[in-house]
């Protein structure tokens, strides 16, 4: 069945560019995460969307990072003015939400950014 | 401050040998404990998880845990390793605070088996 996509799977930019990370859901599911997983620093939660709810931000390292979900479906994970401590592989996860605490996250594959 | 820490960053076993990951949590309320596991190349995908009942866990490829409340941990356990198991381990704990449910995850702990 369709799982997490996540678009694009790699994206190399230059320093002080701005770039767009997209994430599709599973179709359901009604909460999204973002996170960053960067060579030993194991996982960082970034930002959490819980159906019509504020969103959860407080993993956002810096004002130059934000992310909207519209429709309750699809997020956009958006880094104005790059840095090369950027890089690394964001990674998108849904679950069921709220009413299902015990349910686990599925992860899509994660768009691997490299900021030269 | 809510927190799970996994004490091993890197693990090197050889096939056969037995395997326990550590994991501790600091939050003193209901929690929904999971372990994850990202094989190379692939996606982070459920190992197992606990949510009520027995507190011995069983998950898939013979992985268990087991949740221990007085001690805040829920270590991953397999009895004989093999070189498939070669990956990176997270656990991650679902709690309850103001704003809803919110999952942590720990740093994760990198497995290498040797064959």
């Known amino acids: 069945g369709a799982g997490v996509s996540q678009s694009p799977s790699n994206k190399v930019t230059e320093k002080g560019k701005d770039v767009e990370l997209r994430c599709d859901p599973i179709s359901g599911h009604t909460a999204l995460y973002w996170y960053r997983q960067s060579l030993g620093q194991g996982l960082e939660f970034l930002i959490y969307?819980?159906?019509?709810?504020?969103?959860?931000k407080s993993g956002l390292p810096s004002d130059r990072f934000s992310a909207e979900r519209t429709g309750g479906s699809v997020s956009t994970l958006t880094i104005q003015r790059t840095q090369q401590e950027d890089s690394a592989v964001y990674l998108c996860?849904?679950?069921?939400?709220?009413?299902?605490?015990?349910?686990?996250?599925?992860f899509g594959d994660g768009t691997r950014l490299s900021i030269l | 401050a809510q927190s799970v820490s996994q004490h091993n960053h890197h693990v090197i076993l050889s096939e056969a040998a037995s395997l326990e990951l550590g994991c501790n949590y600091s939050y003193g309320g209901t929690v929904n404990l999971f372990w994850y596991v990202q094989y190379p190349g692939q996606h982070l995908q459920l190992l197992l998880k606990y949510f009520s009942g027995d507190p011995l866990v069983k998950g898939i490829k013979g992985f268990e845990a087991e949740f221990i409340k007085s001690k805040f941990s829920f270590n991953l356990r397999k009895p004989s390793v093999q070189w498939s198991d070669t990956a990176e381990y997270f656990c991650a704990v679902t709690l309850r605070n103001t704003g809803g449910f919110k999952t942590i995850f720990g740093a994760g702990t990198r497995l290498f088996v040797k064959a």
């Open positions: 996860a849904s679950s069921l939400g709220q009413g299902f605490p015990n349910q686990p996250q599925h």
């Open positions: 969307f819980q159906g019509n709810s504020a969103p959860d």
